[in-house]
């Protein structure tokens, strides 16, 4: 070996000993590639879920999947990333619409879980991994990484740091996030993943609401309006789209508003913020919708006066206007029953209790998907809350509809079948609308038609007792029955136990001697502050042709002036072949 070899040894060897020296844990991540990742569940791969992909660099991580694979997007859908910024110490969530709007949040590895490292060892495409475990919010989480690919990064960063590449990542034994391939980059690595211009910073919380809500169709109906007694009728011929129109002193509202005309897919629901504006009592609500594809309709009462809609008499010769479906009339189409608590909010001062903070208002959220026929296009929407008061209630209104697959259009959209049959609720009861009654020595009869090819028919009822003393049917539980032609086909007792729940909603509510608060007791089908819940009662036997419904219920007696009622609404819901 000659001089010149011996000094060349002598200064790899240096150049060796001072690369040892000086190199850092992140130089054996010092590749680059991109990993895909798929999901497991229950052992089985889930194939409608769009692969993960992580594109790994020397000191940043993106991860995303690709949009769905359809021919037409929802509206709001997210074009999703998140970024791993190993040299910051932080992570970077960022979205994009199509609109031109981007938001980012950001949260930093110190506030990451604390994983325990242990030495149990799996084999992931070829490389021996190590597992890591942890618990979030009650779920066990178990991590499995490999320190050998030369990568840096996680498919789900914020479960915890792990030192190496994660292979997989398995949720309560049962769904995994695992890689499928790995495509390794021999080439130098880039420098930076991280995005230029995210958008605008948020926080997480508000990030996860912006991406929430630019999915879902929201249609404000109702904003704020007052419910209350002592205000004109609003002078009416045919409804203008987007005015809002007062009846019966002021207690109830009607707008006519054009809504999405949206795919089977999309469920809808109703939200009801209310509050008082200075009336103390519980009192009944409703919103509903007026069906308008017949001769006469509800609206035609409300212009024209109420005795001018198709009258149903009882044995007593009492009439009810407009509850019943005739051949030139369809009732109203009931979205959700609710209560209004005892003065919240207005009177929140007035009375303090040890131990109960007043809530603010009553907020009340209903699925209304099988009413989708009605709540299409241009509708005619109305509100009601029985009530003398002059300052009387605060309501707004939200029609929602929230997706149920990234496609906007599906293939096989049902055809459905809707027939309202009728609605007792009088929410024309300070405009001369009688209370429903007629279950005294009768019961509601009703005559309709089931058209040929109407299949999977069923009946969404609703139904609440009233009569607010100790003998009345508010307080006294009493069995509904529902006949059809005949045969009874659903029988039982609408009975709330649970209404004292619902103390902090009403501050003005009586309290007894015994300890007891009158919110507190329980009810026939409500509770003060609460909706009632529809009951959805399949009519498996129900053929094409003409049918017989009666609903039955045992009327209590009247005491003085006092008196029970019941309001009940149902209609037919199916499908069309």
Avoid at 55 to 71: C, L
Avoid at 493 to 504: I, V
Wanted: proline letters at 6%; charged letters at 25%; aromatic letters at 12%.
């Amino acid at each position: 070996m000659n001089h010149k070899q011996i000094v060349s040894l002598l200064f790899l060897g240096l150049m060796v000993f001072c690369g040892s020296m000086s190199a850092t844990p992140r130089d054996k991540y010092s590749k680059s590639g991109v990993v895909t990742y798929k999901a497991i569940v229950n052992g089985e791969e889930e194939k409608d879920m769009p692969a993960m992909f992580v594109e790994y660099a020397m000191n940043s991580v993106k991860i995303w999947r690709n949009s769905p694979d359809v021919k037409q997007l929802i509206p709001g859908f997210a074009h999703a990333a998140s970024y791993v910024d190993y040299a910051g110490r932080n992570i970077l969530f960022s979205v994009n619409y199509d609109d031109g709007d981007a938001y980012y949040a950001e949260t930093s590895f110190d506030k990451l879980p604390k994983v325990e490292l242990t030495e149990e060892t799996r084999k992931i495409l070829g490389y021996t991994c190590k597992k890591a475990k942890v618990v979030i919010n009650s779920n066990q989480i178990e991590i499995w990484y490999t320190e050998k690919a030369g990568l840096q990064g996680s498919p789900m960063p914020t479960v915890g740091e792990v030192p190496g590449l994660v292979l997989s990542v398995i949720r309560n034994g049962s769904y995994e996030t695992v890689a499928s391939d790995i495509k390794i980059n021999r080439k130098k690595a880039k420098a930076n993943l991280l995005p230029a211009n995210p958008g605008v910073l948020v926080d997480r919380n508000a990030l996860g609401d912006i991406k929430r809500e630019k999915m879902v169709i929201t249609t404000r109906v109702f904003d704020q309006e007052q419910l209350c007694w002592g205000k004109e009728k609003t002078p009416v011929g045919e409804p203008e789209l987007g005015k809002t129109y007062h009846f019966a002193g002021g207690t109830l509202i009607v707008k006519k508003v054009k809504l999405p005309v949206i795919p089977d897919h999309y469920s809808l629901f109703a939200e009801i913020t209310q509050y008082s504006n200075g009336d103390a009592y519980d009192r009944t609500g409703s919103v509903f919708v007026i069906p308008t594809n017949r001769e006469q309709s509800f609206w035609d009462g409300l212009r024209d006066g109420m005795n001018t809609l198709p009258i149903y008499y009882d044995n007593d010769s009492l009439d009810y206007q407009g509850v019943t479906l005739t051949d030139n009339y369809e009732p109203l189409v009931e979205l959700v029953r609710f209560f209004t608590p005892f003065g919240i909010r207005h009177f929140n001062d007035r009375v303090k209790i040890k131990n109960v903070e007043w809530e603010d208002s009553t907020f009340y959220k209903q699925d209304v998907t099988a009413l989708k026929p009605y709540l299409q296009d241009e509708v005619l929407v109305g509100a009601f809350i029985g009530n003398y008061d002059k300052g009387g209630h605060i309501v707004s209104l939200d029609i929602k509809a929230y997706p149920g697959s990234y496609e906007w259009q599906t293939e096989n959209e049902k055809k459905s079948f809707s027939l309202p049959l009728f609605n007792t609720c009088n929410v024309m009861e300070m405009g001369g609308q009688r209370y429903g009654t007629m279950f005294k020595q009768d019961s509601l009869t009703v005559t309709f038609e089931v058209p040929e090819g109407a299949k999977n028919l069923q009946l969404r009822y609703i139904t609440t007792g009233h009569g607010g003393w100790g003998g009345g049917d508010e307080f006294n539980p009493k069995t509904n029955e529902i006949f059809i032609d005949g045969d009874c086909v659903f029988n039982f007792t609408p009975w709330r136990t649970d209404c004292a729940t619902h103390r902090k909603y009403n501050p003005v509510s009586g309290n007894f001697w015994n300890g007891e608060s009158s919110s507190d007791l329980s009810r026939s089908g409500w509770c003060p502050g609460t909706a009632t819940n529809p009951e959805l009662i399949p009519l498996p036997v129900l053929k094409p042709g003409k049918h017989t419904l009666k609903v039955a219920i045992p009327l209590g007696a009247p005491a003085g002036n006092s008196f029970s009622a019941w309001s009940i609404s149902g209609i037919l819901l199916g499908e069309m072949e």
